[in-house]
């Protein structure tokens, strides 16, 4: 059972980094170098982790470190899951089951996105406002388990409307705009053919991705606050005057990283000032 498995690997984690964790970041492709931002972190590997499955896509190492980040410990998924590498929406979004189990109150998701909007060109960094989920299918499918959260959600306001106005004024004091945009998710992995593109800018959608929304679904089905911010790496099919490669999108995530990096870093560290801030049950134990 998910619950299950979700707090047996809370356990494991638990374990070998004891206390609190005020946050959860999970770093998209080419962005694992956020993690080193971290003091004293401890790393494990997705292979140590009960439950847990293997990354495949390049980009994404797949292990788990939790360290400091001012006075907040942290934990951060470097390599995340995708549902077109096979795996079903419940393996995708398994990390956030954990971080539910382990008592962390929210959690930062990032991504490298190609660009539709026009102002959103390769090397902006994106706050979420929505999404659009598109990949055909719910991660909540399936039967419900009320420990883990309700049957029939509301996403009125998946991305919090408060942690978007913090990370809007840590920008700013970092010296740029951050601007909002609404993700649309795409199963991949495939690009996205021009008409495509064409349809997803009269949905209304600002960037496009392969992830991301099943994450902020099941973060919001557990109660966590999510804070989405991602990374243009491209122009989006038809747009961009050449073919679309994830060598590329890596290249591109490499090059914009470090200011993500300084972006993030800022929040938690803000979040670290909250009376609340590192506040977390510790898991419970399996039943
Ligand atoms: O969303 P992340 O994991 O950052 O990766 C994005 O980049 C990959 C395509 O280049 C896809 O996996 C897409 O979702
Ligand atoms: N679907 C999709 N995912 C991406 N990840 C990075 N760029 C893109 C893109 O243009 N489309």
Request: proline share 8%.
């Amino acid at each position: 059972m998910l619950y299950t498995r979700a707090s047996e690997a809370a356990n494991v984690i638990a374990g070998r980094a004891p206390g609190p964790i005020g946050a959860g970041v999970v770093l998209g492709s080419g962005l694992g170098g956020l993690a080193d931002r971290l003091s004293d972190p401890v790393a494990m590997p997705y292979a140590e982790l009960p439950h847990f499955p293997m990354t495949t896509v390049a980009g994404h190492p797949g292990r788990l470190l939790i360290g400091g980040i001012g006075g907040l410990r942290v934990a951060m998924f470097q390599g995340r899951f995708h549902h077109y590498e096979g795996h079903d929406l419940e393996c995708v979004t398994f990390p956030i089951r954990v971080l539910h189990r382990l008592g962390v109150p929210r959690v930062i998701l990032t991504a490298a996105t190609g660009g539709i909007r026009d102002d959103l060109g390769p090397g902006s960094i994106v706050c979420l406002s929505d999404h659009l989920n598109l990949m055909g299918v719910s991660p909540l499918r399936g039967r419900n388990d009320d420990r883990l959260g309700p049957r029939f959600l509301d996403l009125s306001e998946v991305y919090s409307s408060r942690l978007r106005s913090l990370a809007r004024e840590e920008a700013a004091r970092l010296g740029f705009v951050l601007p909002e945009g609404v993700y649309a998710c795409m199963p991949g992995p495939n690009y996205e053919t021009p008409a495509e593109i064409r349809m997803l800018r009269a949905l209304g959608a600002d960037v496009v991705g392969m992830s991301t929304v099943p994450e902020a679904i099941v973060a919001r089905h557990s109660g966590l606050e999510v804070l989405g911010l991602v990374i243009v790496t491209n122009w989006a099919a038809g747009i961009s005057p050449a073919p679309l490669s994830h060598a590329e999108v890596i290249e591109a995530s490499l090059a914009v990283g470090g200011r993500l990096a300084d972006l993030i870093d800022a929040v938690l560290r803000r979040l670290s000032t909250e009376p609340d801030a590192g506040r977390s049950p510790v898991p419970v134990p399996v039943p």
